[in-house]
């Protein structure tokens, strides 16, 4: 073979070699790279508004929104999609009562807008029926609605943040953050026209119920308690708890307010921003459930003891006095008689023979000191370390002086009596983040079963014949314990401001709602709290099935 014929034969190896690299070339182009640079170039092509900032729901145990979240009318405008920028520059200025050149400045940037609509109103059909290309009227969720419950227990998100900073809202942060993100995306090409077959789409980025919180609360009876406190409680708080489980059905706070409009409650006088289901509260004669059990627990006495009521017993240079002290005390009564009528006088006594020492480690073993759920507002009690006067015992057992609770923590230890001295830490959420806001707490027996089963007995005494007849109803039985606390404060006219209590469950059968109501400086808890426990549970057996109120059984 000649030069000439090996020089024809290397080129047309070259070319060869060339095609086939090329050909290589373009394979991977179409077979392995086609589908991204696909997705390049309709990204270079699409135009895209965010809906809503990422955030998960808050729900009840029913998947009902506590939160309220409701439809915001909103018009959302794709300047490339409009076909005559003039008009519609001049009727959406028109609507909103903008200037015309304001409309015209947005349309001109070329970028996608959205603009709220306070109210639907009949005009803004127009935009609805697509009259005018490129604008579309469509719902945005807002997360806050008129229908919202817990609100002090939700918390809020700070305006125009992502940002919890109160309650669940804050606690949960990062987790409700994960939200599903929804986007109102456009395609259109080079000339501005939308690309047949794509046109206008909602995206969502993240699968269904991302980032969503469902609490062990059931927003039927939030809401009749809500609905309770409106009309008896203008401050104080209610917490519901369902007894064989722990889980919180209703905790709500008074006085009220609304997430969306913050800053109109931050100058106020009245504190309507604190949750007090977790503030410290001198439990008053609610304490006496802890004097008794201690008392039965240790043998010290029993129902039937009989004790002497003058109407005053002396301790020290102090003088405590029976708020029967008037008619001269209530004479001779048993152990039982005296929780019923809630006689100051037998648990000092009853006080002085456990001991401080005993006294102070059966507090802590029913939860007082401890913080029950540990939210951030959470305040975890308080109980002192000792002792060192006989005043401050006498105090003691009368939920005076060293001792301070929550009504969420007073709620856990009715929770434990109405369910056989099983303690079951109280539960707030059923579906969430792993890190669960209960923590590591497990069940535990506090009391004795015949411990439990004499504080039911005087529960029930006490609504029947005590203090607590203002719980007593024909339609469900019940029982529970009164508690009239002291602030320190008096009235003009030289009366003492109290507190007033009331922690109970029914029915008496079979327990399954414990419940503890507070009205901050309501006066006596026989009078005030009482009549407002039995007003929320004639609603809530009236109006929801039993067997809905029962625990569901693998849950």
Request: hydrophobic share 40%; charged share 20%.
């Amino acid at each position: 073979m000649g030069r000439l014929g090996k020089r024809i034969m290397v080129l047309a190896l070259l070319f060869t070699l060339g095609f086939s690299l090329l050909g290589l070339q373009l394979a991977r182009i179409q077979l392995w790279l086609g589908p991204e640079f696909k997705a390049r170039a309709l990204d270079q092509q699409r135009q895209t508004l965010a809906l809503n900032t990422p955030r998960g729901h808050i729900y009840d145990r029913n998947m009902v929104s506590l939160t309220g979240a409701q439809g915001q009318p909103v018009l959302v405008v794709f300047p490339p999609l409009v076909e005559d920028k003039e008009t519609v520059a001049r009727e959406l200025a028109a609507f909103l009562g903008w200037k015309g050149e304001e409309i015209s400045s947005l349309l001109d940037r070329g970028q996608a807008f959205q603009i709220e609509v306070e109210r639907l109103v009949p005009a803004l059909e127009v935009f609805a029926a697509g009259s005018f290309p490129g604008v579309f009227l469509l719902q945005k969720e807002e997360r806050y609605g008129d229908t919202a419950l817990a609100r002090h227990l939700i918390g809020y998100v700070q305006q125009g943040e992502n940002k919890g900073v109160a309650g669940l809202e804050r606690y949960y942060n990062s987790y409700l953050q994960g939200g599903r993100k929804l986007e109102l995306v456009a395609w259109v090409d080079a000339n501005g026209e939308v690309i047949p077959g794509l046109g206008l789409h909602q995206v969502a980025q993240g699968r269904a119920g991302q980032g969503d919180l469902v609490l062990t609360i059931d927003a039927r009876i939030q809401r009749i308690v809500e609905e309770v406190m409106e009309e008896r409680v203008s401050a104080g708080a209610v917490v519901v708890v369902q007894v064989q489980t722990g889980e919180i059905l209703a905790l709500a706070s008074r006085p009220n307010y609304r997430q969306d409009r913050i800053g109109e409650y931050l100058a106020r006088t009245d504190a309507c921003l604190l949750n007090r289901a977790l503030r410290n509260y001198p439990p008053g004669s609610l304490f006496k459930i802890i004097v008794l059990a201690a008392a039965l627990e240790e043998g010290l006495s029993h129902l039937e003891e009989e004790f002497s009521c003058g109407g005053s017993v002396a301790v020290g240079e102090e003088v405590f006095r029976c708020h029967q002290h008037r008619e001269g005390g209530h004479g001779l009564l048993t152990l039982g008689e005296a929780f019923a009528q809630s006689c100051n006088p037998v648990f000092i006594t009853l006080a002085q023979r456990i001991g401080s020492e005993r006294l102070l480690n059966y507090s802590r073993r029913l939860g007082i000191d401890e913080a029950v759920l540990g939210l951030p507002e959470e305040k975890e009690g308080y109980l002192a370390q000792d002792l060192p006067y006989p005043g401050d015992l006498a105090n003691l057992s009368l939920g005076q002086g060293p001792v301070l609770v929550t009504p969420l923590q007073i709620a856990q230890i009715t929770q434990a009596v109405a369910n056989g001295g099983f303690l079951k830490p109280l539960q707030l959420v059923r579906d969430g983040p792993e890190d669960k806001l209960e923590g590591e707490k497990r069940e535990r027996r506090v009391l004795s079963a015949s411990t439990a089963a004499a504080l039911h007995q005087l529960f029930q005494r006490t609504v029947e014949e005590g203090t607590g007849t203002g719980a007593a109803s024909p339609w469900f039985t019940c029982g529970g314990k009164t508690g009239t606390a002291e602030t320190g404060k008096s009235t003009g006219e030289g009366e003492l401001v109290s507190h007033a209590w009331f922690a109970g469950f029914a029915p008496l059968e079979e327990p399954l709602l414990a419940v503890v109501v507070l009205v901050e400086e309501g006066g006596s808890g026989g009078k005030v709290a009482a009549p407002i426990f039995k007003a929320i549970l004639s609603r809530v057996f009236a109006e929801i099935p039993i067997s809905e109120l029962a625990p569901v059984p693998g849950l």
